[in-house]
């Protein structure tokens, strides 16, 4: 129930997803003591609460120093707050009460990839997307190919990004990696393949309409460049994709 808790939080938060669902009062969260104000905290943290959520999961820590969901909780804040030093101290706590919990290593092996100790946040990976009953595998491998891109290490990180699309085909994050990594290695075709799969499930940030615009001119489907256009045109006159897509125009028109 604990580890469930914690995938279900932590995969909220390091999603940076909101909610519009109102906080639980106290009185809602029953059990154990550490455990309340544990759970307490990571609803304080969802809803950005900081200075209540440091409040009652450091009292969570206190009451049972050997609570991890309390110790990688109050890791994460500390990390979302620039204490790194705190951070660290509280996710070393936790991966030693359970060197196996996915939700753990995969947090602490974010913060060790940009820590930059980047071997040691790779390992914390593999370990967590071993385990064959966490339900989210996506989010590890994603993780740790972004971490790969870091090293650099290219064919590492698509490895990653692969076998997290083999577990959800229609994960965003991971065809995001994979429309990226595929267009800065000049393989056109591959990207479009990724972005039309990208498409078809969340709508293209200018970033990606970009890459789109060139990757099909790379490719020589004009219709396609011009259907790209006039969306980044229409839909985000201010981005900077925009400018950049009106000046590379101009520089076409010169010749």
């Avoid at 267009?183 to 799969?197: I, M, P, S």
């Amino acid at each position: 129930m604990i580890r469930n808790l914690i995938a279900g939080i932590l995969l909220l938060l390091m999603l940076g997803a909101c909610s519009s669902k109102p906080t639980k009062s106290d009185a809602e969260f029953k059990g154990d003591p550490a455990e309340i104000n544990a759970q307490l905290g990571i609803e304080y943290m969802r809803q950005g609460m900081y200075e209540a959520a440091s409040e009652k999961l450091n009292k969570a820590v206190k009451q049972n120093p050997e609570l991890q969901l309390a110790q990688v909780s109050l890791a994460i804040l500390n990390e979302k707050l620039g204490e790194d030093n705190e951070a660290g101290k509280h996710y070393r706590k936790a991966y030693g009460i359970n060197r196996k919990d996915p939700v753990t290593l995969n947090a602490y092996g974010q913060f060790l990839c940009r820590k930059g100790e980047l071997e040691k946040a790779d390992q914390m990976f593999v370990v967590a997307a071993s385990d064959p009953l966490y339900k989210y595998p996506e989010l590890i491998f994603t993780n740790a190919g972004i971490c790969a891109m870091d090293r650099p290490d290219v064919v590492l990180a698509d490895t990653y990004f692969r076998k997290a699309l083999q577990r959800n085909p229609s994960y965003p994050p991971a065809l995001r990696e994979m429309v990226r990594s595929s267009f800065a290695q000049q393989k056109y075709l591959a990207t479009r393949a990724y972005l039309q799969r990208l498409q078809g499930v969340a709508t293209l940030s200018p970033e990606f309409l970009w890459i789109g615009v060139q990757t099909e001119s790379a490719l020589q489907d004009l219709n396609a460049v011009s259907s790209y256009s006039m969306v980044l045109k229409n839909q985000h006159p201010e981005a900077s994709e925009t400018q950049a897509l009106i000046e590379w125009e101009s520089k076409l028109g010169d010749h």
